[in-house]
Every structure is written in structure tokens, then in C-alpha cells.
């Protein structure tokens, strides 16, 4: 048997040898490249999507986290990352035989009139069978399927968040046809599901007779600037924060001023949430990440994100968890401060590498880390937050980037959980070393 078909029957039931068979898939030519598409190809029809919903299972979304974090990451932690999220992957609950077959046999004419239609009548089989008919899926494919989805937040915004997610994931599996078409399928397949547009449609009842388009200018503020539309974002109501946020949009403000103030507003939520809640609230910045990536102008979508970020709870200033002393600025203390489940030093370690604009440091040190737990453990969200944030950063003023790296170091030292798969990762990888 080869290592391609000992690995396709590891993603189809996987047994004890589940990362033996990783390492020698990705020993060979191109094999990370080639382990991932087949995960996709193999994955995606098998995964029960309509057990979980409304919410989404992370498996298949990670994998793209992963393959953005890269650059960050040296080649044992980055394979270590992958095998342990396709680990989480092969293991989400799996379709009945019966409607397995039903998914495999599906296929539509490839029809955008169809797929529309589908989608917007809420018919997913229907609207994956139809996306299976598309000879070779392409971005902008998936990004229109982003558009339609744009202000449904049915659990908390994963639509549009895992239409621009896969297509980044298809290009860098440099565009294959069958694992295209899964990826397209499943991004159309959540876009039928229920809607959810109560955010959106009290954003659209503040714009009656008005015409608002988000400008994509840089952040001109400082940090007193954006200390009241913090509170707002904060503290309000949603009533007075649609007010008020929308007035901001009204009177002109640009797309680099208010995305700084909803990741300080998320920063600090961040900093207030309960380690039941560290992956829960660390979305949000998945959520404003999308924004910055589709360059989004409609002010209902950027109200959709104030609203996102005011949903979480808000401690008092007395009682939120205060950065240690920062000391000498030094990578490897922050992972060190992470591992150990240190918050405050871990907090006060970022701060000092972002003050001596070491920031890319510091955001190497949080991938690091991330790459240490297990992925199942908190639904991939550390994975995907530390990816949000290397989306994000260089679209934020500087006070807004020290607020998201210091936020995340506390939400990472926060919820470590067990290290243990990615060891036996490590173990199988290192005897292909």
C-alpha cells in the first residue's frame, strides 16, 4: 500500500496511525500540499455539516489558519499544526451511509442562476449539488457567495468568514478542480442554511433616504480618539450603539479609524473574558479580519461588527486582569509565559516586544504557541484567532496592534489546554525527519 492510500483510508477511518501515515504522506514531493487537498476532497462530503447546526464545526476552517501562519512558524511547529488539525478534521461526527451516498452522487448543471436560487429559498443540498456542476471554481466564485451572505450573521458571521477562508484555502492548494469544488459546495451549502439578518436589518432602518458608503482611508486618530467610540462600542445598548456608530459612519469616518476602534473594543472584551468564553469572544477579531480582507463598504456589515463586539460581556476596569511588568522585551519569555498559563506576564511580554517594534515577535510567539495545543480542545479558535491577527495587522493604527497582541498573549496563556496529540505528531514526524 502507498503512503497516498494509507493516508486516504487514515482520513476515511482513522485508527491509532493516524499521524504515522501524516508523516509519510507529507515525506513525499509536494506531500503537504497533496495531504490537504485529499483531506478536503475526503472530508467535506463526509462531515455530518447539518448535526452542528447552527454552529459550524472548525476542522476544515482551521486549515486554512494553519496554512496562513506559515510564514510565522518553523517547519516542525507548522507540521505539527497541520497533522493535529486535520487530526480534529477526520474526527468531526460523520454522515450516515446512506446519506453519504445521496452527497456523493450530487451534481447540478453549475448553474449561478440555480445556486442563487438555491441559496436564497434556503435549499443546501440543493445548493451543493449545484456547486458540485462548476467545472473549476474560481476566488471571485466563492466571494460572491461572501456578497449574498454579507449581512447574515446566523452564528456569529460564519458565513462570510468561511466563504473568503476557503477560497484563500483553494488558492493556496493551488487551485485543484475536485478539491474546488468540494470547498465551493460547502461554502454554498452554509450560505443556504438559515439566515440570520436582525443586525443588518436595524443597521438599513438607520439609512433610509441616505446614501453611506465606507471610505478605505487609514486610521487618522490617536489613542484618545478612539477612547469614546470604544465606550460605545463597549458599553452601550444596541439601540444607542447603532446610533451612534452609525452617526460616525453618516459623517464620513473612514474604514482605517473605525476597524481600529472595534479591535480595541474587541481587545478589551478579550481582556474581560472568562476562560469558558477566551475562544468564543477571540471570533470577533476572525469577524473584523473578513472586513479588512474584503475591503467591505456597506456601513450595514461594519454595524454588524459593532454589534458582534458589544455582544460580549464588559467587566469593570477595577477588576480586568492588568499586564505584569514588562521588563526586557524577549520572545521566548512570551511563549514561555503562554505555555505556563501566566496571563498577566504573558500580556506584559507582548507589550514590551510591540514598544520595541518587535511586534512580528511577538506574533510569532503567539503562533508558536498556538500550534502547541490541541486544536479539538478549543475548536481551533486559538489557531484562527493568531491568523486574524496576521490579517489584521497591518491595517491598524499602532495602539489598536499593541491592544490585539497583548489581548491574544492573555486569551493564549488563558485557555492552554493538553499538548498531548501534538506530540505524538512531533514523534511520528521526527522518524521522517
Not at 508523516?23 to 478536503?40: H, L, Q, S, Y
Not at 429559498?121 to 440543493?126: C, T, V
Request: aromatic letters at 6%; hydrophobic letters at 45%.
Amino acid at each position: 500500500m502507498t503512503a497516498e492510500s494509507r493516508w486516504q483510508q487514515e482520513l476515511e477511518t482513522p485508527t491509532e496511525k493516524f499521524f504515522v501515515a501524516f508523516a509519510d504522506r507529507v515525506a513525499e514531493p509536494d506531500g503537504v500540499r497533496d495531504a490537504v487537498r485529499e483531506t478536503v476532497k475526503i472530508l467535506v462530503p463526509r462531515i455530518d455539516w447539518e448535526a452542528y447546526l447552527p454552529h459550524v464545526p472548525h476542522g476544515i476552517l482551521g486549515l486554512r489558519a494553519v496554512l496562513r501562519l506559515r510564514p510565522l512558524l518553523d517547519e516542525s511547529s507548522y507540521l505539527r499544526a497541520l497533522a493535529t488539525q486535520v487530526h480534529m478534521a477526520a474526527h468531526e461526527g460523520r454522515r450516515s451511509a446512506p446519506a453519504l451516498a445521496q452527497v456523493m452522487a450530487a451534481k447540478g448543471s453549475g448553474d449561478w442562476r440555480n445556486l442563487e436560487s438555491f441559496i436564497l429559498s434556503r435549499r443546501p443540498s440543493l445548493a451543493y449539488a449545484e456547486a458540485q456542476g462548476f467545472e473549476l471554481p474560481e476566488a471571485q466564485d466563492f466571494y460572491h457567495i461572501g456578497r449574498l451572505t454579507n449581512t447574515d450573521m446566523a452564528n456569529v458571521g460564519h458565513k462570510a468568514v468561511l466563504a473568503c477562508d476557503l477560497a484563500d484555502l483553494h488558492e493556496r492548494l493551488e487551485r485543484p478542480k475536485a478539491t474546488g469544488r468540494r470547498l465551493f459546495g460547502l461554502a454554498a451549502w452554509l450560505a443556504a442554511t438559515p439566515e440570520d439578518t436582525f443586525w443588518a436589518r436595524r443597521a438599513a432602518k438607520r439609512l433610509v433616504d441616505v446614501e453611506v458608503t465606507v471610505p478605505w482611508d487609514p486610521a487618522s486618530l490617536d489613542r484618545d480618539g478612539f477612547a469614546s467610540q470604544v465606550r460605545d462600542i463597549c458599553d452601550l445598548g444596541l439601540v444607542g450603539l447603532l446610533d451612534a456608530f452609525m452617526a460616525r459612519l453618516k459623517s464620513g469616518q473612514g474604514a482605517g479609524d473605525m476597524l481600529a476602534a472595534l479591535v480595541l473594543a474587541a481587545s478589551e472584551k478579550q481582556l474581560d473574558a472568562r476562560r469558558d468564553l477566551e475562544g468564543k469572544t477571540a471570533w470577533t477579531f476572525v469577524y473584523l479580519a473578513n472586513l479588512a480582507r474584503t475591503r467591505a463598504a456597506d456601513p450595514r456589515i461594519w454595524c454588524q461588527a459593532a454589534a458582534l463586539v458589544n455582544l460580549f460581556p464588559t467587566d469593570e476596569p477595577d477588576e480586568r486582569i492588568r499586564p505584569g511588568k514588562r521588563g526586557t522585551a524577549d520572545a521566548e519569555a512570551l511563549l514561555e509565559a503562554i505555555l505556563d498559563s501566566e496571563p498577566a506576564l504573558a500580556m506584559g511580554c507582548a507589550s514590551a516586544l510591540v514598544a520595541d517594534g518587535r511586534d512580528d515577535e511577538a506574533l510569532r510567539s503567539l503562533a508558536e504557541a498556538a500550534t502547541r495545543n490541541d486544536p479539538t480542545f478549543n475548536h481551533a479558535h486559538q489557531l484562527l484567532a493568531v491568523a486574524a491577527a496576521a490579517d489584521l495587522l497591518s491595517h491598524l493604527a499602532p495602539v489598536a496592534q499593541e491592544a490585539m497582541l497583548v489581548a491574544l498573549a492573555k486569551s493564549l496563556a488563558n485557555s492552554q489546554g493538553s499538548g498531548d496529540l501534538g506530540r505524538q505528531a512531533d514523534r511520528a514526524l521526527a522518524t521522517k525527519g
